[in-house]
Structure formats: C-alpha cells, structure tokens
C-alpha cells in the first residue's frame, strides 16, 4: 500500500483515516487551502492504524491531509461539504 485510506471523503467534518503501517509517533496534519493549520493529532500507540477525526466546526471546503510517519509521508486531499 503506498498510501492511506481517508473515509467517506467527501464528508461532514468527520471522517476516519487508515495508516497502512505502523508506526511510533506518526503525526496527521490538516490544512486548509491556504496553507493554515486547521487539526494536528501526533499518534503514540503504533498499533494505532485507524483514527477517527471530527472537525465537524470547521467550514465546508476542499482541506489538505498530511500524515508523516517514521519511513514515509502520505498526501490527500479531503473535501467537507
């Protein structure tokens, strides 16, 4: 697997993210358009692959994901609507 699974993209704010390895303190970072930091969550439990997130507040509009790990770095974009 060379990337992560994000669903239901798009979504209401809440969505799930799926890690395709494990990893100690692998870092999610969410961002909008303009490159604001909108939810950074660091992930200390490397059995810790599926991780829910709700930025149900946040405004409807297209969001980009980051997930930096030990070995890789996976991109996506996230739309709310």
Do not use: C
């Not at 969410?30 to 149900?56: F, Y």
């Amino acid at each position: 697997i060379n990337s992560f699974k994000v669903y239901p993209n798009p979504n209401n704010g809440s969505f799930s993210i799926e890690i395709p390895e494990k990893e100690y303190n692998a870092i999610i970072t969410i961002m909008d358009l303009s490159g604001r930091l909108v939810a950074t969550r660091k992930l200390h439990n490397s059995n810790e692959q599926k991780v829910d997130i709700d930025l149900k507040n946040i405004a409807k509009g297209t969001y980009l994901m980051m997930v930096s790990t030990g070995n890789n770095i996976y991109r996506e974009k996230v739309v709310v609507w």
